[in-house]
Nanobody, 117 residues
Framework: QVQLVEAGGGSVQPGGSLRLSCAAS????????MAWYRQVPGKQREQVAS????????NYADSVKGRFTISRDSAKNMLFLQMNSLKPEDTAVYYCNVVAYGAEQYWGQGTQVTVSS
């Protein structure tokens, strides 16, 4: 089992920045992929950014490229999402996600991000 706890959400004005964090614990040795997703009511959860543990290769949704940066601190078992130049359409609940060998997937509880003037 893997436990994930997100933090760092909140309210910010358009153009502002937030940094989300995700603390991972449990059977971490089996994780090979980590990602951030977001979801707004009535819509499917979408992947915002991802990082592969072995290669550190990252991938971003077109809507956030150049504004968001995913990173991890392996020593502290932390995943981060730096969000700059935030827009109202970035408003959503953001979820931390990890995939472990054996196709096991785990989710955090989510953290609300609201971008509004």
């Amino acid at each position: 089992q893997v436990q994930l706890v997100e933090a760092g959400g909140g309210s910010v004005q358009p153009g502002g920045s937030l940094r989300l964090s995700c603390a991972a614990s449990g059977r971490l040795f089996s994780i090979y992929f980590m990602a951030w997703y977001r979801q707004v009511p009535g819509k499917q959860r979408e992947q915002v950014a991802s990082i592969r543990i072995g290669s550190s290769a990252t991938n971003y949704a077109d809507s956030v490229k150049g504004r968001f940066t995913i990173s991890r601190d392996s020593a502290k078992n932390m995943l981060f999402l730096q969000m700059n130049s935030l827009k109202p359409e970035d408003t959503a609940v953001y979820y931390c996600n990890v995939v472990a060998y054996g196709a096991e997937q785990y989710w955090g509880q989510g953290t609300q991000v609201t971008v509004s003037s």
